[in-house]
């Protein structure tokens, strides 16, 4: 049996946590992680984008309104909590649609639902406390770089790439600072060369055995396992 990592949850020999430098940055980020995903996912975006912030934190569960510590941020009069989740109503950042005088001398706290398009849907039913946020999105211009998973549609990202786009946006508003804006990149494509060379290779461990065909070739769907599509502005609002 393997040994793991409890902080990055992968394979001792293979931790990333070495070679992670947490980011400190003006923005809080609360990452609300569906159980299937903190349980089930190998990827695991999420938990690696967690790593790289100084200060985020992450909450697991589907009912947000009777946790605690979820409810105290949302409380707390020193923050501007903020779900990121897409609709008429979002600010879209990357238009500079939120402007440090907009924070009002607050911290701007953003929420991110990491779950499938079905798991964040239930989470967001599930709480009206965070049905209630002011809402921030953004606009892609490019496709994912997630190559070793389907997207529903083009705009879609993982956890990882929204964040990414986040702190750009953010510090193009003047609101944040990004000071390693290649490192969260550069771990997304360790972990996904080590996916890849586990399909290639049926003598390595890795839960595939078939080689990952390139995402042009692929016919988008919104199955159960598609990510949750942060972004479209036309995206309908919670159902």
């Given at each position: 049996m393997r040994e793991t990592c409890y902080r990055c949850f992968w394979p001792k020999s293979l931790c990333w946590c070495s070679s992670i430098q947490a980011m400190p940055t003006r923005t809080k980020f609360v990452f609300l992680m569906h159980p299937k995903e903190y349980k089930q996912e190998k990827a695991a975006t999420g938990r690696l984008t967690h790593l790289c912030l100084a200060d985020s934190e992450v909450h697991v569960g589907t009912d947000f309104d009777h946790d605690e510590a979820v409810q105290s941020l949302l409380r707390d009069p020193r923050h501007l909590p903020m779900l990121v989740y897409p609709g008429a109503?979002?600010?879209?950042?990357?238009?500079?649609?939120?402007?440090?005088?907009?924070?009002?001398?607050?911290?701007l706290v953003l929420l991110l639902l990491d779950a499938t398009w079905a798991g964040a849907r239930k989470m967001l039913r599930l709480s009206p406390s965070l049905q209630r946020l002011p809402r921030v999105m953004l606009t892609t211009t490019a496709p994912s770089r997630y190559?070793?998973?389907?997207?529903p549609q083009p705009g879609c990202l993982s956890t990882l790439e929204t964040v990414h786009e986040l702190m750009l946006a953010l510090e193009r508003a003047g609101l944040d600072q990004y000071p390693l804006p290649e490192q969260l990149l550069t771990l997304f494509r360790r972990m996904q060369d080590y996916q890849i060379s586990c399909a290639t290779d049926p003598a390595r461990p890795g839960y595939r055995r078939k080689p990952y065909s390139q995402p042009s070739d692929r016919t988008p769907h919104r199955g159960a396992s598609a990510k949750r599509n942060r972004f479209i502005p036309d995206t309908p609002g919670v159902v």
């Open positions: 109503e979002a600010r879209d950042l990357s238009h500079g649609r939120l402007a440090p005088s907009d924070l009002a001398g607050r911290r190559v070793i998973k389907q997207q």
